[in-house]
């Protein structure tokens, strides 16, 4: 080992200096093969990892210490170790379904969140990760996909080449169940309706994707206003209840100008909803400023209806009923659109 690295002070800036290139490039993992790059002498290894400062997580890859015990959540250790594998395969490859919809920010249900989903071209061999080392921690095997893919197919975000947002979303809700699916898809289509004819198309192009069934039977449900999860899922599970399809993310003016965007709206009931289960963790001005905001919305003639996840994950046909009540009680004190016949037929 040479002299340099025998000085802690110099061993640690080395350490610092390849943990800024590294969390630049490569989502915070490196490669022996990048420390020249950084102008680093590779031989400054094995000094770091009888310090414990680097981990090895596969044959020539490593991460720091710090950054590898700093990611408490599963979400956190997944992008390490999807960085990682990137870094340990040979020639191209790209974060694939649910590593992809991470690194894009998707929501996805939690539960699908194990190995690494890895997408390589056509003739490319996925034979990947099988040496085994004796490491205290390395990479479980990846999932490996394989496709070919348009330039215009892929990204790079924080230094990992990853498929595009339409196709992280497919890719993800084609692992899904329905409700979740549906989640997936209308958050890429949120602020971007251009992405619904996008899914269409990747559903015809990977028509032999496991699971592209789901896919196919979610799009028609699938829309470009919910801005949450939770939306989305009330969406679903309330229309099941026998409400009708809202509207969402509707802006509502007074003469004071926008009040703000209503979740839900049902124009022929009169009523707004709000999918806002956090509003009851907060306090002194935000509960204040949204006491002010449902007093504007209500002096339109609307009444609003709140709902929690917890609500409408346990039992939606409650939230549904409410829904309904207020309905019937626009109908008889404010003459709201509708008839007795709707309201009876939506309660039944």
């Known amino acids: 080992m040479p002299n340099a690295y025998r000085a802690s002070a110099e061993v640690s800036a080395i350490r610092e200096h390849v943990l800024a290139h590294s969390v630049d490039t490569r989502g915070g993992v490196f490669r022996r093969s990048d420390l020249r790059t950084w102008g680093v002498d590779p031989g400054v290894i094995d000094a770091m990892l009888r310090r414990r400062w680097w981990t090895r997580l596969h044959h020539g890859v490593f991460v720091d210490t710090a950054t590898l015990e700093a990611a408490a959540s599963p979400q956190e250790r997944h992008r390490i170790h999807a960085a990682a594998t990137l870094a340990a395969i040979a020639g191209p490859a790209h974060l694939f379904a649910t590593s992809a919809a991470l690194q894009h920010g998707l929501p996805f249900d939690r539960d699908l969140l194990g190995p ?169 001005q935000v509960v204040f400023d949204e006491k002010l905001r449902e007093d504007r919305i209500r002096a339109l003639g609307y009444i609003v209806v709140r709902w929690t996840w917890d609500e409408i994950m346990r039992d939606p046909n409650r939230v549904a009923a409410r829904i309904l009540a207020a309905a019937a009680i626009q109908r008889r004190h404010h003459g709201w659109g509708g008839t007795t016949t709707r309201i009876q037929a939506l309660r039944g």
Do not use: N
């Open 116 to 284: 690494v989903h890895i997408l390589r071209p056509l003739g490319h061999d996925s034979r990947a990760l099988r040496r085994r080392l004796t490491a205290t921690d390395r990479l479980e095997p990846a999932i490996f996909h394989q496709h070919d893919l348009a330039d215009d197919d892929v990204a790079t975000i924080d230094g990992l080449s990853t498929v595009m947002r339409p196709l992280a979303a497919l890719s993800t809700a084609a692992l899904a169940q329905a409700d979740w699916a549906v989640v997936t898809l209308d958050a890429v289509c949120w602020q971007s309706p251009d992405s619904l004819d996008r899914l269409a198309l990747l559903a015809e192009e990977w028509g032999r994707l496991r699971g592209i069934g789901t896919v196919r039977q979610v799009l028609p449900q699938v829309r470009c206003g919910a801005q949450t999860p939770l939306e989305t899922l009330s969406r679903l599970r309330l229309m099941r209840g026998g409400l009708p399809e809202p509207r969402l993310q509707v802006p509502l003016h007074d003469d004071e100008g926008l009040i703000g965007y209503a979740d839900m709206l049902w124009d022929d009931l009169g009523i707004v909803g709000e999918a806002d289960g956090a509003l009851k963790y907060s306090f002194g």
